[in-house]
């Protein structure tokens, strides 16, 4: 049996009450992995998990912004928070997502399609807690929950 809890989100709400349950249980929300076809509310990114979006610009060389130029302007590498950084070359297909959450092949059709309708997924490695982490996956939403 695997380790890692995979359940699918219909909507916010679930996501926001399995951040929470987690938090609440002790668990460490930074192991939550959500993979959602939209960018997610303020609250859920600020909640400590990992988000990948569908929706969510490419990355490209840039910064937070400079006074002269948008490359950083007169911003000083060590001593401003102004450094460009590089983007992602190579954005990661749906495929490679899931099998970071150990989704078999043969399943990933099923998630994929959860995608495309809007639905959203979350993966936590539990490695000892799966029926913990199980029991509250099932109580803030998700279906299916597996682990793989």
Known sequence: MGSVVV???????????LTGAL???????????VITPETPANDLI??????VSGDA????????????????GTGVPGLTENIPR???FHEPSTA??????????TRVEDFTRALSEGRSIAGYNAS?????????????????????
Do not use: N, W
Request: aromatic letters at 6%.
């Open 23 to 33: 938090k609440s249980s002790g668990l460490d929300i930074e192991r939550l992995r």
């Open 7 to 17: 359940g699918i989100f219909a909507d916010h709400d679930g996501l926001s009450k």
């Open 96 to 105: 490679e997502l899931l099998s970071e959450l150990d989704i078999p092949d």
């Open 128 to 148: 000892g807690k799966v029926d913990q982490v199980k029991s509250i996956f099932s109580g803030a939403g998700a279906f299916p929950v597996d682990v793989f």
């Open 57 to 72: 610009e490419a990355a490209t060389i840039g910064t937070q912004g400079g006074i002269i130029t948008g490359l950083g």
């Open 86 to 88: 590089v983007g992602a």
């Open 46 to 51: 600020q909640s400590g998990a990992q988000f």
